[in-house]
Every structure is written in structure tokens, then in C-alpha cells.
């Protein structure tokens, strides 16, 4: 097994493009201005930065051209779909994608002084054409999405903290909500709040539905997960996470496929599920089958990354981690398997785990990586969807390098239209529309 010195951090070139430049289209093609530059600049660690211009203007017949200049190459595909090339940085062909809809939902602002609207959660409808937000200061509602629709938002009124998580039931009739108030509320779609679930005693950090919904999981900054039963509005299980000392939950993700538990080095015919908890420090492992402190397990975060973990996603079995200072890790669920006593006893990190499994690191910028979301496109390739502190989210390809036992890593697409805000939560549709949002108070869908 390699030494966590000898994983290399590859540094991947990204775009970015003026964010409001399909306004600039908009003007030329309304004959409101005869011709315009928009900007496209490139970036990679390491490398001079590339700052070009593509001048819009009238195209004779009707309509726009684009001619790029400054070491930039741009082709419109379509009205929200560009290519964009950028040679001395080998970007080529990269595709660039303004949203196909923004929705801003209503806000008021307190006082002039107020920063606008910040999503930190959102959950699409699995029936209905319905997304549900949560906010600040008890800010949650249900916005229709279906375009041109008459439909009214509908406010989830109850909590008086920051919603952290929100998500539809299966049914798409019923919405789960946590706060940082401390509680848990049930509504209906519209917007009756008939229980609320109380016991945590720091803010709440993430939600899971299990099954149809008769039972559901929550995470606190309190340390401990706990397990509900929605029909009683009661508490029925609890887990204590951390051996010593309470371990503060940040985020939570429940590993239930059999041959996932398995890599986790657990007995699927007895484990039905697994809680991976984002716990700063690292990764807590804890089974669902025992709230026994000693048998959940925790693996730090490897010295060289020099960073705290922020963001976690998974799919199958594969895991990704986003830490403060930009860095993304991509492993195998094996290597989360419980230590050998000896790597038990050295608090060995994921990177310093004596077994077997795919690993690689990846940056674009020093940017924090606030949100992450892994979805799998074919039995081996996967897109994961990335969000950072200062915007620039993108979607990136990976598929295993079982020859190196790595992942090839390459940016699919980039998704433009933002300011340098943070992107908290992504959800991607039935349909495979892909919806995020975050620190500007709008909804995209691309």
C-alpha cells in the first residue's frame, strides 16, 4: 500500500464565464446594443491564467455571432449550451452550460443590511413538479417549477432556526424538515405541520427517510444519531458517536446496499444498514445493528491533506470528500473497513489503511467544497456534482484505473450563470434535469 506522501494531487483546469452573458445575447439579438464582449477566463494551479473575450454582435439575417479572441475559442451550441476551448491550458471542447430555468423564490429582507436569501437544502417532488427550500430563520416553502405554472409557493411555517434539510417523503404528499431549533417537522403539501419531533440538543444536520417513511434517522451537533418513529412522534433509538467524547455530527449518509456493507468488512445478513458520518476530523462508521460505542469506528482525516473534511457524497461503492481548502477526495468504500487493532491503536487515517482500494485527490481552486453529489451513470462510470464557497460548480466524470488503482478524473461539464457565492445543495430530477442553489437565493435547473 502506498504511503499517504506518494498520492499525488491532480490539479484540474476549470472556466469560468461571465455570469449574466446570456443577457449580453439578449441585448445584440434585440438590436438594444449592435455589439458587446462577454469574458472567458481559464485556470489550473501551477499554470498562468488564460483571460479572453468573445465579442456578440449582429449576425446579418438576424440573430448573434460570437467571435472569440485572447486565447480563448468559443462555439454556441444552443441558447444555454456553449463550447469552449482553451489551448494552452488543454481545455478543449469543454461544455458550458447556462440554467435552463431560474426561480427566485419570495424573500424579504428583515433590514437593507441583510444578506439575501440563502438555500442551504432543497428536494424535488418524486411525483409532482414541486421543489421543497429551507433557509435562514425558519425559511421553507414549496415552489412549483413546471414552467409558467399558476401554481402559489406554499410556507412551511414552524421553525425559527435554519432549516438544514429537507426532504419529500416517497409519496411526494409529505415533507421532513430539521433545523438548527433543534427540531424535526412534518408537513403536509399544504403546509399543515401535524408533529414535531424534539430531543436533539444542538442544531440538526441532516435527515433520512427509511423505507416509506414510518421510521426516520436524524444527525446532530450533539453527537448522537437518533431513530424516530413518525407515527408515535417518538424517539425510539439513540447512538452515541465518539468513544471518549461526543463527536459533533456535520453531515450523514446511510450505506444500505448488501455488497457496500460487506466492503465495510460488516456481515450484510445481519448489518441492514450503515450510518458514515462526517464528523470534521474524519469519518465515523457506525452500524445501525448496536448503539455499543465500541463497535462504530472513526478514521481521521490523513495529515497531508492539512484540511477539514466539510462535504461528503456517495454512491455505491464509492465515497467522495470535500475539505476547506479545495482538495476532493475520491476512495473505495473498502478502505473505510474497520482498523486492525494495530492500525487502530496509531489512529491511522483512510490514506494509511493497510487493505486494498481505489483512491486519487483532485483540486480545481482553493475554494471550500461545500456540497458534493455523486450520481452513477453505467455499472462503472460516475458524474459527481460539485459546489464550492466562491460558486464555479461543474460536473465531473470519474471512472476507475484498476491498472493504477486510481480514477480517471475529467470535468464533463461546466455550469455557469453564478456570482462567486457558495452552492449548498444539489438534487437531480427524474427526468435528469440537475437543480442547485445556494448563497444568491435563486433555484437553477440545468
Given amino acids: 500500500m502506498s504511503n499517504s506522501s506518494e498520492i499525488q494531487v491532480e490539479n484540474l483546469a476549470y472556466i469560468d464565464i461571465q455570469h449574466d452573458a446570456l443577457a449580453v445575447f439578449d441585448d445584440v439579438e434585440q438590436n438594444v446594443v449592435l455589439s458587446e464582449d462577454i469574458w472567458i477566463s481559464g485556470y489550473q494551479i501551477g499554470e498562468t491564467s488564460i483571460h479572453g473575450k468573445a465579442k456578440v454582435r449582429v449576425q446579418e439575417g438576424g440573430g448573434s455571432e460570437l467571435i472569440a479572441r485572447e486565447g480563448v475559442q468559443v462555439e454556441r451550441i444552443s441558447k444555454t449550451n456553449f463550447n469552449v476551448s482553451i489551448p494552452k491550458l488543454s481545455i478543449r471542447n469543454c461544455s458550458v452550460k447556462f440554467p435552463k430555468q431560474v426561480i427566485n423564490p419570495p424573500y424579504t429582507k428583515k433590514t437593507n443590511l441583510d444578506a439575501p436569501l440563502h438555500i442551504n437544502s432543497l428536494s424535488l417532488n418524486p411525483k409532482k413538479p414541486h421543489i421543497v427550500i429551507g433557509g435562514p430563520d425558519g425559511y421553507c416553502k414549496i415552489l412549483p417549477i413546471s414552467l409558467n405554472s399558476k401554481e402559489k409557493e406554499v410556507e412551511l411555517k414552524g421553525h425559527v432556526g435554519d432549516v438544514r434539510d429537507v426532504k419529500w417523503f416517497p409519496s411526494g404528499e409529505v415533507i421532513l424538515t430539521a433545523s438548527s431549533d433543534l427540531s424535526i417537522r412534518v408537513y403536509?403539501?399544504?403546509?399543515?405541520?401535524?408533529?414535531?419531533l424534539r430531543g436533539h440538543t444542538r442544531a440538526i444536520t441532516?435527515?433520512?427517510?427509511?423505507?416509506?417513511?414510518?421510521?426516520?434517522?436524524?444527525?446532530?451537533?450533539?453527537g448522537t444519531i437518533r431513530l424516530w418513529d413518525i407515527s408515535k412522534s417518538e424517539e425510539i433509538q439513540r447512538w452515541l458517536i465518539g468513544t471518549t467524547?461526543?463527536?459533533?455530527?456535520?453531515?450523514?449518509?446511510?450505506?444500505?446496499?448488501?455488497?457496500?456493507?460487506?466492503?465495510?468488512?460488516?456481515?450484510?445478513?445481519?448489518?441492514?444498514?450503515?450510518?458514515?458520518?462526517?464528523?470534521?476530523?474524519?469519518?465515523?462508521?457506525?452500524?445501525?445493528?448496536?448503539?455499543?460505542?465500541?463497535?462504530?469506528?472513526?478514521?481521521?482525516?490523513?495529515?497531508?491533506?492539512?484540511?477539514?473534511?466539510?462535504?461528503i457524497s456517495n454512491k455505491n461503492d464509492l465515497l467522495v470528500c470535500g475539505y476547506q481548502n479545495g482538495l476532493i477526495e475520491i476512495i473505495d468504500l473498502v478502505r473505510l473497513r474497520r482498523p486492525s487493532?494495530?492500525?487502530?491503536?496509531?489512529?491511522?487515517?483512510?490514506?494509511?489503511?493497510?487493505?486494498?482500494?481505489?483512491?486519487?485527490r483532485i483540486r480545481r481552486n482553493e475554494s471550500p467544497i461545500y456540497s458534493l453529489h455523486l450520481i452513477q451513470q453505467s455499472e462503472f462510470d460516475y458524474n459527481l456534482y460539485i459546489g464550492t464557497a466562491s460558486g464555479l460548480p461543474c460536473c465531473l466524470g470519474i471512472k476507475p484505473n484498476q491498472d493504477q488503482n486510481t480514477f480517471d478524473v475529467q470535468v464533463e461539464e461546466e455550469l455557469a450563470g453564478w456570482e462567486a457565492v457558495g452552492i449548498e445543495t444539489w438534487d437531480i430530477g427524474s427526468d435528469g434535469s440537475v437543480w442547485c442553489a445556494g448563497g444568491e437565493g435563486g433555484v437553477r435547473r440545468y
Avoid: H
Fill in 206 to 222: 441532516s435527515i433520512y427517510i427509511i423505507g416509506i417513511g414510518k421510521t426516520i434517522l436524524s444527525s446532530s451537533k450533539d
Fill in 188 to 196: 403536509g403539501k399544504d403546509g399543515i405541520n401535524p408533529r414535531t
Fill in 245 to 311: 467524547s461526543r463527536r459533533s455530527i456535520e453531515s450523514m449518509i446511510i450505506i444500505e446496499n448488501p455488497s457496500c456493507v460487506t466492503a465495510l468488512g460488516l456481515d450484510a445478513s445481519t448489518e441492514e444498514r450503515v450510518m458514515i458520518l462526517n464528523v470534521q476530523e474524519g469519518i465515523w462508521i457506525q452500524p445501525f445493528s448496536t448503539t455499543e460505542k465500541d463497535k462504530g469506528w472513526f478514521i481521521k482525516t490523513d495529515e497531508s491533506i492539512n484540511s477539514q473534511l466539510i462535504s
Fill in 341 to 360: 487493532q494495530e492500525e487502530a491503536d496509531s489512529n491511522s487515517s483512510i490514506t494509511e489503511q493497510k487493505g486494498i482500494g481505489k483512491i486519487k
